[in-house]
């Protein structure tokens, strides 16, 4: 039998090139800045989360209350996610799109300007969102599950229908099975509250 080479060992544990790979290819980001509390969990074992930790696919992702997490996924995506909240790194590919599911809460999604798109689908207990490149927020806002778009477009489904946000404009859910309404110019006080509740 071929013995394999140790590099080296942490925590008393031994620890396998194989490994160490695995974990470099299951890295989607890292935390770029935190207040509070938050925590990741993956295969039943809880990490709490400070600045600089990584972040890995599957993972799913939690703030406390009173929190505000802000995650920076591959070169050009930040998600900053508010108190309460918690999504799962589903199949996120770096800076090649993938999927995310925010199971509750509110979230800031931003990419940069002149990224290059790619396919990334935001899915929520209310809606799928398709991102097109852009900035937007979604998550409770007035009472409803909002998404508004700051900059960019998205295109949001549920209950069979679809509209598309383009920059100014947002939707409502007003209950799980409902579908979006209308697409409509938000008042600065809504984005102004909806922002504040991610930064």
Do not use: H
């Not at 039998?1 to 490994?19: K, N, S, T």
Request: charged fraction near 25%; proline fraction near 5%; glycine fraction near 10%.
């Amino acid at each position: 039998m071929r013995r394999r080479e140790v590099i080296g060992l942490v925590g008393g544990a031994v620890v396998w090139p194989f490994a160490s790979r695995a974990a470099n290819e299951d890295k989607a980001g890292k935390v770029e800045e935190i207040q509070g509390e938050a925590f990741a969990q993956k295969d039943s074992v809880r990490r709490n989360l400070d600045r600089e930790a990584p972040l890995f696919i599957r993972d799913q992702v939690e703030t406390a209350a009173a929190s505000r997490l802000c995650m920076r996924l591959g070169r050009d995506t930040t998600l900053r996610l508010g108190e309460r909240a918690q999504l799962v790194l589903d199949r996120y590919l770096i800076d090649a799109g993938g999927e995310i599911n925010l199971v509750s809460g509110a979230m800031l999604f931003d990419r940069e300007k002149g990224s290059s798109p790619s396919p990334l689908q935001i899915r929520s207990p209310f809606a799928l969102i398709a991102v097109r490149g852009t900035r937007f927020f979604s998550g409770p806002s007035n009472g409803w599950f909002g998404v508004f778009v700051e900059r960019g477009s998205v295109s949001v489904s549920a209950a069979g229908q679809q509209v598309i946000l383009q920059a100014g404009e947002g939707t409502n859910i007003r209950w799980l099975g409902a579908a979006p309404t209308r697409p409509a110019r938000w008042r600065e006080p809504r984005i102004r509250a909806a922002l504040e509740s991610v930064t």
